[in-house]
């Protein structure tokens, strides 16, 4: 029992609210189990900690030879291209959005500023994983100089490249994620420039997420409160055009 109720547990997620909870005392063993005021309150804090707990990091002698590019290996559009010729000279990332200071940032002014390294494994949702070294701007402190808005609860990703339907790929993480020390805004892996394959000239990464959120192209980044007013509103393109869950929590 207490296996299942673990896992159970696990895919709750952490979106999981007191509902997602009432669902799962229904069943009277794991009511007992729970609501023992002890174990109610180790697994509270349990799955609070899992949040904000650290993706695992490997070792340099573990990285992939190869990453695999996924989704779009080049956005291909006329407005791409011209800022790939330029070297990205005339790419800005855009902050917008329920922010104090709306922000326009080129790369050099991204490198700049404090960078975090970090290698992580990347795992896809059509199972196949890779393991690179990542090195870019921790997301919580552009959020800083923004300078959220009381009301922000997302943070929603726009993309440079069109998707068959010809709107552009858009990702969304919530303040846990955006804040979260491991998620970064990266111009680089294993020690080179971003290539288009891979997301040129900035990607998220997003390390207790699944492949698909980790945006890339990305031309500006917005806080939100409502998700709803985002593509048809599940917070990002997989979520609304192939189901997929829009917490993609690993
Ligand atoms: N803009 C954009 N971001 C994207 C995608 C995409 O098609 N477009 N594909 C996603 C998926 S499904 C995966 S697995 C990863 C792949 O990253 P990689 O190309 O660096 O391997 O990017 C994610 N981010
Ligand atoms: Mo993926």
Redesign the pocket.
């Known amino acids: 029992m207490s296996l299942i109720f673990t896992r159970r547990a696990i895919m709750l997620g952490a979106g999981a609210t007191l509902a997602g909870c009432d669902r799962i005392a229904r069943h009277e063993t794991v009511r007992e189990a729970l609501f023992s005021a002890e174990n109610f309150h180790k697994w509270a804090q349990r799955r609070l900690m899992a949040r904000d707990a650290l993706a695992r990091e490997f070792r340099p002698d573990q990285i992939s030879p190869f990453?695999?590019?996924?989704?779009?290996?080049n956005p291909n559009t006329p407005e791409y291209k011209a800022l790939w010729r330029s070297g990205f000279a005339d790419w800005r990332l855009e902050i917008s959005g329920l922010v104090n200071r709306p922000l326009s940032l080129s790369l050099p002014q991204l490198h700049q500023l404090p960078q975090r390294e970090q290698i992580t494994r990347?795992d896809?949702?059509?199972g196949w994983s890779?393991i690179g070294r990542w090195r870019g701007v921790p997301l919580a402190l552009l959020l800083d100089a923004a300078g959220m808005k009381e009301r922000a609860r997302y943070i929603v990703f726009r993309?440079?490249?069109r998707?068959g339907d010809g709107h552009a790929?858009y990702?969304s993480i919530d303040m846990i994620d955006a804040f979260h020390p491991q998620t970064i805004l990266a111009f680089a892996l294993n020690d080179q420039p971003l290539r288009v394959?891979?997301?040129a000239p900035l990607?998220l990464r997003v390390e207790r997420q699944l492949?698909?959120k980790?945006?890339?192209?990305l031309m500006g980044i917005e806080a939100v409160e409502h998700l709803s007013g985002t593509g048809r509103g599940k917070g990002g393109y997989?979520e609304d055009h192939a189901g997929y869950d829009w917490y993609a929590g690993i």
């Open positions: 990453f695999r590019p996924n989704g779009t290996s990347h896809c949702v059509e890779a993309c440079a490249d998707m790929y990702e394959a891979n997301g990607r492949g698909y980790h945006a890339k192209y997989w």
